[in-house]
């Protein structure tokens, strides 16, 4: 599934990004969107970043490569 970061940058399993506010990196292992539509997806804790505990909103991370 993409979906897109703050800045409208296409994101996807394997995107290197920066969650906004902390600063912390990592890469996408995850992103659940079944039976969610495009904007429930972007609006929704459904990103999970390795290292980083818990799940995030894509407008909560900010996009600094892709695989």
């Known amino acids: 599934m993409m979906t897109y970061d703050r800045n409208r940058n296409a994101i996807t399993t394997g995107s290197r990004v920066m969650i906004n506010g902390t600063g ?5 292992k995850a992103i659940h969107s079944e039976g969610l539509d495009a904007a429930q997806v972007r609006r929704g804790k459904t ?21």
């Open 24 to 28: 912390r990196t990592g890469i996408i």
């Open 47 to 67: 990103v999970e970043v390795e290292g980083c505990e818990g799940k995030f909103e894509p407008i909560e991370l900010i996009r600094l490569g892709m695989h």
